[in-house]
């Protein structure tokens, strides 16, 4: 399972089950909502908060799926937010391209199954931000002192990085 913003050429890995980080799209869609005032993309937040809180709860009660009818509900939900986001997010009169929105709002819809595998496979986190904070001293590193001076240097960086970051 790979869970990540949508950056294109993560889609090329084939042996693994695709996931978006929903938090990554939630500060999207917050940009959406504060510099747009466009009401799909609230909806959308309130859906993907709703959505996490139930799966959360579910798997507090030891389930290991949502109830029956559950997803199918989700999906309807889901699919009537986009309606209202292709009614709102038209091109706008001579703007070059697509707007930001629009192509968010596209995202949402080509990557359908992704924002929401989450809801149907409960090993799924809802967000990628255990895997970037474990790689986050790495980064640091790499941006403060340069990088390594060698290739020993990083192997050794990143078994003592694994054992440190353990607890945390």
Not at 30 to 57: D, Y
Not at 96 to 115: K, N, P, Q, T
Not at 130 to 158: H, M, P, T, Y
Request: aromatic fraction near 12%; charge should be negative.
């Amino acid at each position: 399972m790979a869970v990540y913003d949508c950056w294109k050429p993560y889609f090329k890995y084939g042996n693994c089950k695709h996931a978006l980080c929903n938090v990554h799209l939630l500060r999207e869609l917050l940009g959406v909502v504060e510099n747009t005032g466009q009401v799909w993309a609230g909806l959308v937040m309130g859906f993907l908060c709703e959505a996490k809180q139930m799966v959360e709860r579910c798997k507090e009660e030891g389930l290991c799926e949502l109830p029956d009818g559950y997803c199918e509900g989700f999906a309807l939900e889901y699919g009537c937010i986009l309606e209202v986001g292709l009614g709102e997010s038209l091109l706008l009169e001579g703007h070059r391209g697509r707007s930001g929105s629009w192509c968010l709002l596209d995202r949402f819809i080509v990557y359908r199954a992704e924002v929401c595998r989450f809801l149907e496979d409960f090993s799924v986190p809802f967000d990628n931000n255990q895997a970037e904070r474990d790689i986050w001293c790495v980064e640091v590193k790499q941006k403060v002192s340069g990088g390594f001076r060698s290739v020993l240097g990083a192997k050794n960086f990143g078994k003592i990085s694994s054992i440190i970051g353990r607890g945390s």
